[in-house]
């Protein structure tokens, strides 16, 4: 069975029942109805998938594996923040008029450092210091920027992805690992697809580097469960749960600024039904 499966059932059942609740407290989100959004929550929880093993994406139900991406290639390799450059529509809600969600994400990965060997955007640092100096501790890119929060329509909530280079005895080819940290996550509905989003990251970024695409940590500051979401998570834990999909990127592509998403290649993906018309909190 899938192990990504397995690790979600067991962090839902944890939030369930470990969690502290928020209700009856001062919060920022709300409902549509303008009810206030309480969730039960837990702090710090860190998840591990190995994709040496298998591509971690639910069985219990589908995640569309080409929307996910969709909005890597958006945010790390178009740089955009725009909802216009986008295929799927989960950032509508939060742009403008012309379609902008303000200097975050993908503008974040854009801004341009100067360092003593050159000038360099933060996910072409990344390619060039994994090609040069593999084992630096240094590469990484956050989007979390202090002086743009006041101008992003939305502060991130997953920020900062540390890449991390393995050799393990006897491999030919160095194994590439990444470590993403998220401030916030709303388990039901965005917990997969930020797995999955960041898996494809790593597979794409470890291609490009010549790497082997290792282990992807996952740490959530706060890792909660919408009061209107109980019920679905706790139906949804409860399917059964099928084989991971095999998933793979075309081999002909080294260029990580030349991966579309036709090039994601997706086989044997058994699934439960989707859940439909899930109530986002905002």
């Known amino acids: 069975m899938s192990k990504a499966d397995e690790t979600f059932v067991r962090m839902c059942a944890d939030i369930i029942e470990h969690g502290t609740t928020t209700q009856g407290e001062r919060v920022r989100p709300h409902w549509a109805d303008g009810s206030p959004a309480y969730t039960i929550k837990r702090f710090g929880v860190c998840n591990r998938y ?101 101008q992003m329509h939305l502060y991130p909530c997953a920020y900062n992805a540390v890449y991390n280079v393995t050799h393990a005895a006897g491999d030919e080819r160095l194994t590439l690992n990444l470590l993403l940290v998220q401030r916030s996550q709303d388990v039901l509905a965005a917990n997969n697809w930020n797995v999955c989003q960041y898996a494809i990251l790593l597979m794409m970024v470890a291609q490009s580097s010549g790497m082997v ?46 991966f579309t998403t036709d090039d994601l290649i997706v086989e044997g993906y058994e699934h439960g039904p989707q859940v439909r018309d899930i109530p986002i909190a905002v």
Not at 58 to 72: F, I, N, P, Y
Not at 132 to 142: E, Q, V
Not at 218 to 243: C, F, K, N, W
Request: net charge negative; proline share 5%.
């Open 50 to 150: 190995d994709l040496r093993e298998e591509f971690p994406a639910l069985t219990l139900r589908r995640t569309a594996l080409k929307s996910c991406m969709d909005e890597v290639l958006w945010i790390y390799q178009r740089k955009s923040s725009n909802v216009h450059d986008l295929a799927p529509h989960i950032w509508d809600e939060w742009a403008d008029a012309d379609g902008s969600i303000g200097k975050a994400y993908g503008y974040q990965v854009g801004q341009v450092s100067h360092y003593a060997d050159g000038d360099f955007d933060q996910m072409d640092r990344v390619l060039k210091d994994l090609r040069d100096d593999p084992y630096s501790r240094r590469i990484m890119t956050n989007l979390y920027n202090v002086h743009d929060l006041s």
């Open 213 to 258: 695409a290792g282990e992807l940590v996952h740490m959530i500051a706060d890792a909660h469960i919408y009061d209107r979401h109980v019920g679905i998570v706790r139906e949804l834990i409860s399917r059964p749960q099928h084989p991971a999909p095999r998933v793979s990127l075309n081999p002909a592509v080294t260029d990580f600024y030349a």
